[in-house]
């Protein structure tokens, strides 16, 4: 069954560095999103994508963050100067058409050090 | 008002009993519901889709979905141990490409 990837499983970064997660939807889906969980609390969204344009985002998702589709397959989340709150899991997710359900990535666990 | 409100929880259910959790949504247009699980650590794992009124029933869970009353359930029966994770209840907004709107979840424990 497709599945959504994502790499890497854990990132361990320096405050203040970049960051870039990946992400391989899956191949027929039109819609990503990137959610944030922090531990031990709700999945939080961050930004949702369509038509090679951001859809919406949430007020976590500032000008530190940006989403791009580099090319037909990956979908990536940049996060510049990273800040010690920035450590959570990151879930990448896609869908197919409207009424379709999201698929979830393994997620990509951050550590700002 | 939040999009997607959930019973606030946690919930805990001896072993064997039916958990009842519940979802209610405020996007009158929305046509589409899910439940996924999430165990601790783990991405959230779809459990069900319903998209009409009435019951519908897979193995021990059902949702149960009332357009009217904006309204949406999961039963587990007989719940297991392994049932214990947090239920999030998906109500993405009718046509809209952009945020698919989650309950803040509700976490069970079965105990034995």
């Known amino acids: 069954e497709p599945e959504v990837t994502q790499t890497p499983s854990h990132q361990v970064t320096q405050m203040g560095q970049e960051v870039i997660l990946r992400c391989v939807p899956i191949?027929?889906?039109?819609?990503f999103y990137w959610y944030r969980q922090i531990l031990g609390q709700k999945v939080e969204f961050l930004v949702s994508?369509?038509?090679?344009?951001?859809?919406?985002k949430s007020e976590i998702f500032d000008d530190q963050f940006s989403v791009e589709r580099p090319d037909g397959s990956n979908f990536t989340l940049k996060i510049r100067s990273t800040k010690l709150e920035d450590s959570a899991m990151y879930f990448c997710?896609?869908?197919?058409?409207?009424?379709?359900?999201?698929?979830f990535g393994d997620g990509t666990r951050l550590s700002i050090l | 008002q939040k999009e997607v409100e959930q019973n606030s929880g946690p919930l805990s259910v001896p072993e064997g009993a039916i958990a009842s959790l519940n979802c209610t949504y405020s996007d009158r247009v929305s046509q589409s519901f899910f439940w996924y699980r999430q165990y601790s650590g783990k991405s959230p794992e779809l459990i069900m889709s319903i998209y009409s009124n009435g019951d519908k029933e897979d193995g021990r869970f059902t949702a149960q979905l009332n357009k009217a009353s904006q309204y949406v359930s999961l039963l587990i029966r007989d719940s297991q141990p392994s049932d214990s994770a947090t239920y999030l209840c998906?109500?993405?907004?009718?046509?809209?490409?952009?945020?698919?709107?989650f309950g803040d979840g509700t976490t069970l424990t079965v105990k034995p």
């Open positions: 191949s027929n889906h039109l819609y």
């Open positions: 998906a109500a993405p907004r009718g046509g809209n490409a952009g945020k698919s709107t």
């Open positions: 997710a896609s869908r197919g058409e409207t009424n379709q359900p999201q698929h």
């Open positions: 994508f369509y038509n090679n344009e951001i859809s919406e």
